[in-house]
């Protein structure tokens, strides 16, 4: 049975690995990705809410706008740029 320290240091292992493989743009597009459409969803509800007349619609579509990066899972777009970089550099002499 796993331990919560095993669990930690197979976690962080992970997120090291994660981190070297990926560049440094790579990861600010990942998190942009990932904290972008709760801002988009947020903005969206408050111009419902407190918007009148083109706010209404302005909120609706920022609704819309956040569903396109929710709905598309990102890891395999960098998985693939990882397994490219991988494949360019084997074949380097």
Do not use: C, N, Y
């Amino acid at each position: 049975m796993m331990g919560i320290r095993d669990v930690r240091s197979a976690l962080k292992q992970r997120r090291e690995e994660r981190r070297r493989l990926l560049t440094k743009g790579e990861r600010a597009i990942a998190w942009s990705l990932a904290f972008a459409p709760s801002l988009l969803v947020l903005g969206g509800i408050a111009l419902l809410v407190w918007g009148k007349g083109a706010g209404h619609g302005v909120g609706i579509a920022l609704l819309i706008v956040a569903l396109l990066p929710m709905a598309v899972p990102i890891s395999p777009f960098l998985q693939a740029r990882v397994r490219r970089r991988k494949a360019q550099a084997a074949r380097r002499p």
